[in-house]
């Protein structure tokens, strides 16, 4: 069974960094395509990242090109989201994801079949 569990969430200072990171077992890294969504309360989840399986092609939504970045790590089998230039609108619950289809770009929940619980990320001064 396939598992995720996300941290580094927390308070950050607008213009502030935070890394997240997702730990899977289950399943080897290498054989998952990856995302990163958020949800704020009374909105919708958003896309926010999504890797390849080889990692060697990443999207973005809108609202995060040139700040986040999604990576990861098959030796410890985690997926990172790194958050440069925080703004308070980034404030979300933020939600790991996998499946195991062979089609990249997943830009929408529904193509996802793994879920973490998610950490929340709040910016504010």
């Known amino acids: 069974q396939v598992q995720l569990v996300e941290s580094g969430g927390g308070l950050v200072q607008p213009g502030g960094s935070l890394r997240l990171s997702c730990v899977i077992s289950?399943?080897?890294?290498?054989?998952?395509?990856t995302g990163w969504f958020r949800q704020a309360p009374g909105k919708e989840r958003e896309f926010v990242a999504t890797s390849t399986r080889s990692g060697t092609m990443k999207f973005y939504g809108e609202s995060v090109k040139g700040r986040f970045t999604i990576s990861k790590d098959n030796a410890q089998n985690t997926v990172y989201l790194q958050m440069n230039s925080l703004k308070p609108e980034d404030t979300s619950v933020y939600y790991c994801?996998?499946?195991?289809?062979?089609?990249?770009?997943?830009?929408?929940?529904?193509?996802?079949?793994?879920w973490g619980p998610g950490t929340q990320v709040t910016v504010s001064s």
């Open positions: 994801a996998a499946t195991e289809t062979i089609y990249t770009n997943l830009q929408f929940d529904s193509d996802y079949d793994y």
């Open positions: 289950g399943r080897a890294i290498s054989d998952l395509v």
